[in-house]
T-cell receptor, first 116, second 116 residues
Framework: DAGVTQSPTHLIKTRGQQVTLRCSPK?????VSWYQQALGQGPQFIFQ???????QRGNFPDRFSGHQFPNYSSELNVNALLLGDSALYLC???????????????FGPGTRLTVL | AQTVTQSQPEMSVQEAETVTLSCTYD???????LFWYKQPPSRQMILVIR??????QNATENRFSVNFQKAAKSFSLKISDSQLGDAAMYFC?????????????FGAGTILRVKS
């Protein structure tokens, strides 16, 4: 059973460019969450997708957008890249069973984005 | 909004000894989930242990156990018989049980070094 996969592993971009990161959830999962982890810090929640819609969003600007496909895979897009966007981007998948249930999130290995 | 605080940026332990990592959190909810995640240099976030707030009994997973003090909003991780493979960054995380709160709130992390 494949776990959560992310591509690419590493990416180098320059300021002002746009980037797309990809995530395939664990088999049987229908929800994808994205987190940004700056160097030496804890992950910060960006947004979550369920049924191809953004369900909730963290404190990130509109430059960060996403998409979920019918097969539950997801993309994270970042426009007009800033130096501060350099980070490890983690994708986590879960099965949304409902409220007050243990919707455990399984993480992928992340994509390391460097903005020069 | 919930917050998670890890006051120990770095800890060291001798192989085979016991170490305790601290975590405090702030929330107005009465039901929630707490987690400890391990992130080795490979970057893969791995779930170590989870605790449901409504359960008074402290969770245990092999050499890992927690001390959950709900009134004090404290959630420490004890690692017994430390092994070299335990060296990693450890994150404490909070999750609300509601559907709208289905996101993880992480602390800043504690680097654990294991000495042979």
């Amino acid at each position: 059973d494949a776990g959560v996969t992310q591509s690419p592993t590493h990416l180098i971009k320059t300021r002002g460019q746009q980037v797309t990161l990809r995530c395939s959830p664990k088999s049987g999962h229908d929800t994808v969450s994205w987190y940004q982890q700056a160097l030496g810090q804890g992950p910060q929640f960006i947004f979550q997708y369920y049924e191809e819609e953004e369900r909730q969003r963290g404190n990130f600007p509109d430059r960060f957008s996403g998409h979920q496909f019918p097969n539950y895979s997801s993309e994270l897009n970042v426009n007009a890249l800033l130096l501060g966007d350099s980070a490890l981007y983690l994708c986590a998948s879960s099965f949304l069973q409902g409220a007050y249930t243990d919707n455990e999130q399984f993480f992928g290995p992340g994509t390391r984005l460097t903005v020069l | 909004a919930q917050t998670v605080t890890q006051s120990q940026p770095e800890m060291s332990v001798q192989e085979a000894e016991t170490v305790t990592l601290s975590c405090t959190y702030d929330t107005s909810e009465s039901d929630y989930y707490l987690f400890w995640y391990k992130q080795p240099p490979s970057r893969q976030m791995i779930l170590v242990i989870r605790q449901e707030a409504y359960k008074q009994q402290n969770a245990t997973e092999n050499r890992f156990s927690v001390n959950f003090q709900k009134a004090a909003k404290s959630f420490s991780l004890k690692i017994s018989d430390s092994q070299l493979g335990d060296a990693a960054m450890y994150f404490c995380a909070y999750r609300s049980p509601t559907l709208d709160g289905n996101k993880l709130v992480f602390g800043a992390g504690t680097i654990l070094r294991v000495k042979s």
